[in-house]
């Protein structure tokens, strides 16, 4: 089946400050790249997704890019919030990584 | 409803016993994912229908656990003689198309199943 790597496991950051997670992942043939934050306690809900024909897509403050040569994936915060703090989770094909939990300390 | 939706919520098993939870994906979703979340941890892939076909199983830990969709719709995630390391949240995802490679969209995901084995 697909391998996801995610790094990092954790992250911690100032408010204000930037956050970058990076997926690496396996099979080249799929196009599909998503993120989810799952909050405590909630469902992982869908943030950002990239599809294979584009380098970056933004989304006000999120941003994903993509390099499919390197085979990796990375989400990008800017302007840190406190309510961004959450576990992070990119996606591909029917895997998912093994999430990072991202805090945002005021 | 307008989400995915499963029951129970909570269920509390003792070792040895059979659970069953129940996934109602969102109306006319092709792809059904079943995963195990464990404390602290990213989704496990367990299996994967595409309407009623089950075409990947290989998430599945061991022969105790069986999964059906009978008429492409509701799904059913059956433990067998539950162990401890059974714990976990259960998570129930649906997608409008079915997965291959190149049709892959955003995945929705209900509110899992927490179960505990004491």
């Known amino acids: 089946g697909e391998n996801v790597e995610q790094h990092p496991s954790t992250l911690s950051v100032q408010e204000g400050d930037s956050a970058v997670i990076k997926c690496t992942y396996s099979?080249?043939?799929?196009?599909?790249f998503p993120w989810y934050k799952q909050e405590l306690g909630k469902r992982p809900q869908l943030i950002i997704d990239?599809?294979?024909?584009?380098g970056e897509k933004k989304d006000q403050r999120i941003a994903v890019t993509l390099n499919k040569t390197a085979k990796h994936f990375s989400l990008h915060i800017t302007e840190t919030q406190p309510e961004d703090s959450a576990v992070y989770f990119c996606a591909h094909r029917e895997r998912f990584g093994a999430g990072t939990r991202l805090t945002v300390k005021p | 409803g307008a989400g995915v939706s499963q029951s129970p919520r909570y269920k509390v098993a003792k070792r040895g016993q059979d659970v069953a939870l129940r996934c109602d994906p969102i109306s006319g979703h092709v792809s059904l994912f079943w995963y195990q979340q464990a404390l602290g941890q990213g989704p496990e892939f367990l299996t994967y229908?595409?309407?009623?076909?089950?075409?990947?199983k290989s998430g599945l830990p061991s022969d105790r656990f069986f999964a059906e969709r009978p008429e492409g719709s509701v799904s059913t995630l059956k433990i067998q003689r539950t162990q401890q390391e059974d714990s976990a949240v259960y998570l129930c995802?649906?997608?409008?198309?079915?997965?291959?490679?190149?049709?892959?969209?955003?995945?929705?995901f209900g509110q899992g199943t927490r179960l505990t084995v004491v």
């Open positions: 990239i599809r294979s024909n584009v």
């Open positions: 995802a649906s997608s409008l198309v079915g997965w291959d490679r190149t049709k892959n969209t955003e995945a929705f």
């Open positions: 099979d080249s043939a799929s196009n599909y």
């Open positions: 229908f595409q309407n009623e076909a089950q075409l990947d």
